[in-house]
């Protein structure tokens, strides 16, 4: 039996690698994989790709593509899920800020340094024409850090995945104010070097277990109320969220990689553009 340490966020997307670890998938092809929540998100699993802590990473596109860039010692070896990721842009629910407009020059909460939550703070004040130099950040870790963070002021906003966040808005927590979908596909598997140059194989086994529960999981039975019960949403929300989201079974292509990597460059997140063998698998 091979083990393999895999690394996600606790959301409502990786709930087919559940299944398949849970219905016994990966074993009945003798691989152990053992998965690691990671509510951090993207800055945290960059970090435990780079320390070896985790063999494989679902994370997102941008976050990956960014540490690839400044020597993150692991590839892209597919898209995950097809789909942007919507981001949705949230305040304190008691406060002042009623429209984007007024979060220009303010602080936003986010996770870590390098999350998906600060990138893409740059990429929603490019889309509104802000300088993004002025952008200030306050580290929160977690969605619980930035409930405090935004209740006590110390930050302004807060860009999480939309429908993750419902719960906060209808329960009165938040206000959501604004979208800001990624102008990408939203989730990539990332491996560390080591391991695909020792063994390909297992991770090309993953791959075809997962491949082929991502392409039936909207039709599996009552997908819809298993997902509203882990996830503690309310069916409407997860039957919209699964309209909108497409997992993928396909490599990164090229167009993807320069659109991600262009956009980078312009925010300045990155100060030189890696090559497509750099960064993904061929």
């Given at each position: 039996?091979?083990?393999?340490?895999?690394?996600?966020?606790?959301?409502?997307?990786?709930?087919?690698?559940?299944?398949?670890?849970?219905?016994?998938?990966?074993?009945?092809?003798?691989?152990?994989?053992?998965?690691?929540?990671?509510?951090?998100?993207?800055?945290?699993?960059?970090?435990?790709?780079?320390?070896?802590?985790?063999?494989?990473?679902?994370?997102?596109?941008?976050?990956?593509?960014?540490?690839?860039?400044?020597?993150?010692p692991s590839k892209i070896v597919q898209v995950y899920v097809q789909s942007p990721l919507i981001w949705g842009i949230?305040?304190?629910?008691?406060?002042?800020?009623?429209?984007?407009?007024?979060?220009?020059?303010?602080?936003?909460?986010?996770?870590?340094?390098?999350?998906?939550?600060?990138?893409?703070?740059?990429?929603?004040?490019?889309?509104?024409?802000?300088?993004?130099?002025?952008?200030?950040?306050?580290?929160?870790?977690?969605?619980?850090?930035?409930?405090?963070?935004?209740?006590?002021?110390?930050?302004?906003?807060?860009?999480?995945?939309?429908?993750?966040?419902?719960?906060?808005?209808?329960?009165?927590?938040?206000?959501?104010?604004?979208?800001?979908?990624?102008?990408?596909?939203?989730?990539?598997?990332?491996?560390?070097?080591?391991?695909?140059?020792?063994?390909?194989g297992s991770i090309e086994i993953s791959l075809d277990v997962i491949n082929q529960t991502t392409e039936e999981f909207?039709?599996?039975?009552?997908?819809?109320?298993?997902?509203?019960?882990?996830?503690?949403?309310?069916?409407?929300?997860?039957?919209?969220?699964?309209?909108?989201?497409?997992?993928?079974?396909?490599?990164?292509?090229?167009?993807?990689?320069?659109?991600?990597?262009?956009?980078?460059?312009?925010?300045s997140l990155i100060d030189k553009k890696g090559t497509f063998a750099d960064i993904a698998k061929i």
């Open positions: 039996m091979k083990t393999l340490k895999i690394a996600g966020v606790p959301e409502h997307f990786n709930l087919p690698w559940h299944l398949c670890i849970e219905n016994g998938e990966f074993e009945a092809q003798g691989i152990d994989l053992q998965w690691t929540d990671v509510p951090e998100g993207t800055g945290k699993l960059c970090q435990m790709l780079r320390n070896g802590e985790t063999d494989i990473a679902v994370i997102l596109t941008e976050g990956i593509i960014k540490d690839i860039v400044a020597g993150n949230h305040v304190d629910a008691a406060s002042d800020h009623k429209k984007l407009s007024d979060l220009k020059d303010t602080k936003a909460a986010i996770s870590r340094i390098g999350s998906g939550s600060q990138l893409m703070a740059y990429v929603n004040a490019h889309n509104q024409g802000w300088k993004t130099e002025n952008l200030q950040f306050e580290i929160v870790n977690t969605i619980d850090g930035a409930v405090e963070a935004l209740s006590s002021g110390t930050a302004d906003y807060f860009m999480w995945e939309r429908f993750m966040t419902k719960p906060l808005v209808d329960k009165g927590t938040f206000r959501r104010i604004a979208d800001c979908p990624t102008p990408w596909p939203c989730f990539v598997i990332a491996v560390r070097n080591e391991i695909l140059e020792n063994d390909p909207k039709d599996i039975p009552s997908i819809d109320k298993t997902l509203s019960s882990r996830y503690n949403q309310k069916i409407e929300d997860i039957r919209e969220w699964l309209s909108l989201t497409e997992w993928s079974q396909k490599p990164l292509d090229n167009k993807t990689l320069n659109n991600v990597q262009n956009q980078l460059l312009e925010l």
